[in-house]
T-cell receptor, first 116, second 114 residues
């Protein structure tokens, strides 16, 4: 199993540009999570999906952030327009819930985003 | 709202020492608790997962305990090695609604000196 795959690993963009982060969860996992990590706030849950359906997006900071999961093997997190305060490491994680909470998370390696 | 606190924020020990990392949570109605390790510039690696009905889990030199009633978990590392240097995070999940939603502590940064 290749684990949770995120791309790109690093992204540097100018303020105002659109940024798209990508995630491929572990095959068979039915939960997918997007987290943001900063020194000030630690790990924050942005949004999560169950069976490709967004369940809780209360952590999405603003309308500039959007996430989609068009199928079970792919998800995107988009920021448009990007701002310097969006600079952080964005993690994707997946979990095999199967209707139970017995399973933990598997994280991707993250995307380090820098908005200048 | 569930709040997770980890103490200490940073710890420096000589190689070979046994050490304990602490995690406390405010809402004891958790479903499970997971300990992670994060190396600088890397993602999170799962170390141990404890179900709410369990008291502890062991993996090699690591032992994690859970006391739901007091809202505490500890991660015990035996015979620490320089390779154990990393940030350790604990996370707890809620028992109802969004049951698979984890709340993370801010981590303990461990440095094991050779």
């Amino acid at each position: 199993d290749a684990g949770v795959i995120q791309s790109p690993r690093h992204e540097v963009t100018e303020m105002g540009q659109e940024v798209t982060l990508r995630c491929k969860p572990i095959s068979g996992h039915d939960y997918l999570f997007w987290y943001r990590q900063t020194m000030m706030r630690g790990l924050e849950l942005l949004i999560y999906f169950n069976n490709n359906v967004p369940i809780d997006d209360s952590g999405m900071p603003e309308d500039r952030f959007s996430a989609k999961m068009p199928n079970a093997s792919f998800s995107t997190l988009k920021i448009q327009p990007s701002e310097p305060r969006d600079s952080a490491v964005y993690f994707c994680a997946s979990s095999n819930g199967q209707g139970r909470a017995d399973y933990g998370y598997t994280f991707g390696s993250g995307t380090r985003l820098t908005v200048v | 709202k569930q709040e997770v606190t980890q103490i200490p924020a940073a710890l420096s020990v000589p190689e070979g020492e046994n050490l304990v990392l602490n995690c406390s949570f405010t809402d004891s109605a958790i479903y499970n608790l997971q300990w992670f390790r994060q190396d600088p510039g890397k993602g999170l690696t799962s170390l141990l997962l404890i179900q709410s009905s369990q008291r502890e889990q062991t993996s090699g030199r690591l032992n994690a305990s859970l006391d739901k009633s007091s809202g505490r978990s500890t991660l015990y590392i035996a015979a620490s090695q320089p390779g154990d240097s990393a940030t350790y995070l604990c996370a707890v999940s809620r028992v109802r609604h969004n049951f698979n939603k984890f709340y993370f502590g801010s981590g303990t940064k461990l440095n094991v000196k050779p």
